[in-house]
């Protein structure tokens, strides 16, 4: 009988994240997940789920996740890692907050978590995805690439570094057997979406919003051995959004 392979997710109590616990979960692998929340109720803690309450925003705390990590591990391999914790903060009104919008300390909330956190738990799984000859899947964004009606400055840009560190870290981690590549989601049918999202449906060639659970099925490929030979690129999982 095969080892049971895992993966590490943060931002995972809802949407994509969670998404892609349960998409891994089904097909045998364990899923140790991270949060600010607590893990809901749909995803009880079993011999296939832990989780791992903590605020990715609080950057002192990274290590004690990782210790918690290690812990749960008990000296086995990590298979996967999937850095999906993402903050895109609003105005007030709910309003697009542009580069000249919002203090300092939102930036800096921002970049902690859609930029550090996976800065830090990359470098600090490295050893044991290494020994898991595993990889790493960053989801980054279309807002990434181009400005967009609702995603602000201060996210678009994080976006953007995040899809800079894929590339860095696949040509840095090569080495260790470990791939890193980036999925790039457009509209995904989540309960974060933005009034009026609808109108962006006429401009996808697909004419639809995409599932949290069609993005977590290229993550899954991509940490998959059909994916050995695919590393430092970014999927986009958009309807054929970025074609126009």
Not at 15 to 28: D, E, K, P, Q, S
Not at 189 to 197: D, E, F
Request: hydrophobic share 40%; net charge negative; with cysteine.
């Amino acid at each position: 009988m095969s080892e049971r392979k895992t993966v590490f997710i943060t931002g995972a109590s809802r949407g994509i994240g969670h998404a892609t616990a349960a998409y891994f979960v089904r097909r045998g692998w364990r899923a140790i997940t991270c949060s600010r929340e607590p893990v809901p109720p749909q995803c009880p803690r079993n011999e296939r789920h832990a989780h791992i309450t903590i605020d990715l925003a609080e950057t002192d705390r990274l290590p004690e996740a990782m210790e918690r990590l290690e812990e749960l591990l008990s000296g086995s391999p990590l298979h996967a890692l999937v850095n999906n914790a993402g903050f895109s903060p609003k105005a007030e009104d709910g309003s697009r907050l542009g580069c000249l919008d919002g203090d300092m300390a939102l930036w800096e909330r921002v970049f902690r978590i859609n930029f550090f956190a996976p800065v830090f738990f990359s470098r600090a799984c490295a050893p044991h995805l290494a020994e898991g000859r595993g990889s790493i899947v960053n989801l980054t964004s279309i807002a990434g690439h181009r400005v967009h009606p609702f995603a602000g400055s201060a996210y678009s840009t994080s976006k953007a570094a995040l899809w800079c560190l894929t590339r860095e870290l696949a040509a840095d981690l090569a080495h260790l057997g470990i791939r890193v590549n980036a999925v790039c989601p457009g509209e995904i049918n989540t309960a974060i979406l933005s009034p009026g999202t609808e109108a962006l449906v006429e401009r996808i060639p697909l004419r639809r919003l995409g599932s949290p659970e069609e993005v977590a099925a290229v993550i899954f490929y991509l940490c998959s051995e059909e994916a050995s030979y695919i590393t430092g690129a970014e999927i986009p999982v958009n309807g054929g959004q970025d074609v126009y």
